[in-house]
Nanobody, 125 residues
Framework: QVQLVESGGGLVQPGGSLRLSCAAS????????MGWFRQAPGKEREFVAR????????YYADSVKGRFTISRGDAKNTVFLQMNNLRPEDTAVYYC??????????????????WGQGTQVTVPS
């Protein structure tokens, strides 16, 4: 079993920045990819970003490319999402997730076996 705990959400003005963190525990994390998803009220959960086990391969949704950066901690069981130039449309609950398959570019939520409880990010219009 894997436990994921997100932190770092909050209220930020348009154009501002936030850094989300996710700490995973409960099993070895060899060859596991990690990702971030988000879900706005009344909308489906959507892919945001993914990082490989090594941290060297990243993949982003077009809507956040150039503004968000995903990275992995040295201990491999942590993942970060640096969010810059935030917009009102970025408002959502952000979830950290683990994919046991390390293949590149897996953006469907169905691939991810473990999920955190989420952290709220609010960017007022």
């Amino acid at each position: 079993q894997v436990q994921l705990v997100e932190s770092g959400g909050g209220l930020v003005q348009p154009g501002g920045s936030l850094r989300l963190s996710c700490a995973a525990s409960g099993r070895a994390f060899n060859n596991l990819a990690m990702g971030w998803f988000r879900q706005a009220p009344g909308k489906e959960r959507e892919f945001v970003a993914r990082v490989s086990w090594s941290g060297h391969i990243t993949y982003y949704a077009d809507s956040v490319k150039g503004r968000f950066t995903i990275s992995r901690g040295d201990a491999k069981n942590t993942v970060f999402l640096q969010m810059n130039n935030l917009r009102p449309e970025d408002t959502a609950v952000y979830y950290c997730a683990v994919d046991p398959n390390s293949a590149i570019g897996r953006s469907s939520a169905s691939y991810y076996a473990y999920w955190g409880q989420g952290t709220q990010v609010t960017v007022p219009s």
